[in-house]
């Protein structure tokens, strides 16, 4: 059975589903709860549509509003009349075609569709761990939407974490690569004058934590937060782009000069992105919340067979600095032999020919010091896949032949480049982009470009994107640091997996850490960058490493190249925001359980009871003991593991292990 047969089985196990309609009174208030009664949303129509939240009978979110403001058009809230709704429950699975945490998640939740006297229907859902609403446009005819209004009211005070959009003087405020910190601040702080994009974070004093994101982001522009100086926030959108015109820099890239009055021009009848609103009473419940991936659209793809997860190399971060080698190193065929032969040595399915391999402006032009027929000929025989850096514009402009291009190397994965928008029209293009590499047979990740907010189930070739302050930084500054690692998995790693690329072999104590060039280093552990392979999440992991460094260390590599990237499921059995996180991943029989933590030093425990009966050989990689000295210390052993065992492992500042359980 093709894996589009499973996607599409909306009802693989239906254990209740049942419809009913009623027609109400204007001034009914309508209430929807989550399956297990702990979150229970009140909807009513006042001036605009509303709604508040409760968690276990404590108010969390307080009349919020939802509108939207259609050109030439009734609003939602005209003549402020709900006319009918219908209910429902669903309990199925979701068959995964391209796992990334899981193969199949449980899609529970309750439902009501309300139509209004106006042609929309707004949907709520409500699980467990959260609640969705979507507003449905009914119209003939094309729309342009002039604004879409969401504003959430929080009743109590509260802090976030908000990566802050800090857009350069003159400079479009939507303009941005998604890779900003995120600084945990007081809500009231947080102006009209800033915007932040999603996930964000939201941590009440005596409340759940609450995080805010979207999905099924498709022809229609994202959704950034600013706030009101209160505990309240709102949505804004960029307006759809007027004029455009393309950068002359060394990785040119289309801006917007000016914007129109509108967010979107869209068909008249169609679904909008959902509103999520994750609700966490413990903070280990948000790395492994699939809402987003639950409310996306089904895959758009008939036959994902040919998408594989898989590991890659990155020769970018080390600038090409290797060492112990007969040729000189740079962008040149030796070069990428010598990768392809690292990659077949330790585990690696491909590499990644990045920035400079062509003229940025046209992908036909490789440079002379690279023999691509010599290239494709090598990775063939060492069974090793090509995977090409492209920049968006070029891609764009010469996308078909391209692909046809790539084909004929058997490429089968690449990364496009530079984008820093989500408007419609970029939004568009991620589509665009995705549809002609699938009818290719190709994979592609978007660097420069906001998370995936369920893209990766509506197109699973689509297999992973970057929108993270991610390894790169490590070149030019002090923003990655384990504090900072320690918030993703909670903030941006709810919208969908992320190209972090890690491995560093380089690793710096607080007080050790330097940028160098060509020499680059990573705050933290050595046991802190393997962990990332497991903790956060990406179906295509791409090691940015030394190789040269790395073949003098084979045992540790071996380890490193050998850890999978597609799960069959995924447990977080330990966690608190900014502090450590503890997860425990399944491939087959065997588990891959890792940990990380901050600066703060941390002697963490592990609890095996959730392994099948049986013996099992665990290989451990933990912090040395001169870690909190010299970073890259690290040691490994093996030792048996059963489901009645338990383990304390001592985690330096900024460090982590990692346990290899092999079912014996």
């Known amino acids: 059975m093709k894996a589009f047969q499973l996607n599409i089985s909306i009802s693989i196990i239906a254990i209740c589903s049942f419809l009913s309609q009623t027609t109400l009174a204007n001034n009914d208030t309508l209430y929807i709860q989550s399956p297990n009664g702990k979150i229970k949303v009140a909807i009513w129509m006042d001036a605009q549509l509303k709604y508040s939240v409760q968690y276990q009978d404590q108010t969390i979110l307080n009349t919020n509003s939802i509108d939207l403001e259609i050109k030439d058009q009734a609003s939602l809230s005209d003549e402020n009349k709900i006319t009918s709704t219908i209910t429902k429950q669903v309990n199925t699975i979701i068959q995964v075609p391209v796992s990334e945490r899981r193969k199949k998640i449980v899609d529970k939740y309750n439902e009501i569709n309300i139509q209004t006297k106006q042609p929309y229907r707004i949907i709520f859902r409500v699980f467990d761990n959260g609640l969705g609403y979507q507003i449905n446009t009914l119209f003939q005819d094309s729309i342009y939407i002039k604004n879409e209004i969401a504003k959430f009211n929080f009743n109590i005070n509260t802090n976030g974490y908000l990566p802050i959009v800090h857009a350069r003087e003159n400079e479009d405020i939507f303009h941005t690569s998604f890779e900003e910190p995120y600084p945990l601040l007081p809500l009231y702080s947080f102006s009209s004058n800033t915007i932040a994009y999603n996930p964000i974070l939201l941590v009440p004093e005596k409340a759940p934590k609450i995080a805010i994101t979207e999905s099924d982001l498709l022809d229609y522009p994202g959704m950034f937060l600013k706030g009101t100086n209160t505990n309240s926030i709102e949505a804004i959108f960029a307006p759809y782009p007027a004029e455009e015109k393309t950068t002359n ?9 000016k914007r129109t009055n509108y967010i979107a021009h869209t068909k008249g009848t169609r679904s909008l992105p959902w509103r999520i609103i994750m609700i966490a009473p413990e903070d280990k419940d948000l790395p492994s919340n699939d809402m987003v991936y639950q409310l996306a659209s089904p895959s758009a793809i008939q036959d994902v067979s040919w998408v594989h997860p898989g590991k890659a190399t990155d020769e970018w ?26 990659a077949a040595r330790f585990g690696f399915d491909r590499i990644m020919m990045d920035a400079g391999w062509s003229d940025y402006k046209d992908l036909f032009k490789v440079i002379p010091e690279i023999n691509m027929d010599s290239l494709v000929a090598y990775a063939k025989l060492k069974n090793i896949k090509l995977s090409m850096w492209t920049i968006a514009v070029t891609l764009d402009k010469q996308l078909e032949p391209a692909l046809t291009q790539f084909n004929k190397w058997g490429v089968d994965f690449i990364m496009t480049d530079f984008i820093d928008r989500d408007d419609q029209k970029s939004v568009q293009f991620y589509e665009r982009i995705a549809k002609a590499c699938a009818a290719h047979k190709i994979m592609i990740m978007y660097h420069g470009a906001n998370a995936p907010k369920g893209f990766n189930r509506t197109y699973p070739n689509a297999i992973t994107r970057e929108g993270v302050l991610g390894s790169e930084y490590n070149i030019w500054s002090e923003k990655v640091t384990p504090s900072h690692d320690l918030i993703l998995p909670f903030t941006r ?38 962990a990332m392979f497991v903790v956060f999440d990406s179906p295509m992991q791409i090691f940015s490493g030394n190789p040269s460094q790395a073949y003098l260390e084979p045992t540790f590599m071996n380890l490193l190249g050998h850890i999978p990237t597609g799960w069959d499921d995924t447990k977080v059995l330990d966690a608190k925001v900014g502090e450590y996180i503890v997860t425990a991943r399944n491939k087959n029989k065997d588990w891959y359980i890792a940990g990380m933590n901050n600066w703060t030093a941390k002697e963490q425990s592990i609890d095996f009871s959730f392994l099948e009966k049986g013996n099992y050989k665990a290989t451990i990689c933990k912090d040395g003991i001169n870690a909190d000295k010299f970073a890259a210390d690290y040691s490994i052993s093996s030792q048996l593991i059963n489901n009645t065992s338990t383990l304390s492992i001592h985690m330096a500042p900024g460090g982590g292990f990692l346990i290899k359980l092999i079912k014996l």
């Not at 050790?512 to 060509?518: A, L, V, W, Y």
């Open 493 to 530: 790693m709810l919208a969908g997996s992320f190209d972090y690329e890690p491995g560093f072999l380089n690793n710096a104590t607080k007080k050790s850490f330097r940028n160098i060039e060509g020499a680059p280093m990573s705050y933290g552990t050595r046991s802190h960058q393997l």
């Open 249 to 257: 820099e060394l990785y040119p890239e289309v801006v917007v000069t």
């Open 317 to 342: 971060i080390i600038n090409i600095n290797l060492f112990n080698i007969p040729f000189k190193a740079g962008l040149n065929t030796a070069t990428y032999k010598y990768y392809i032969d690292f």
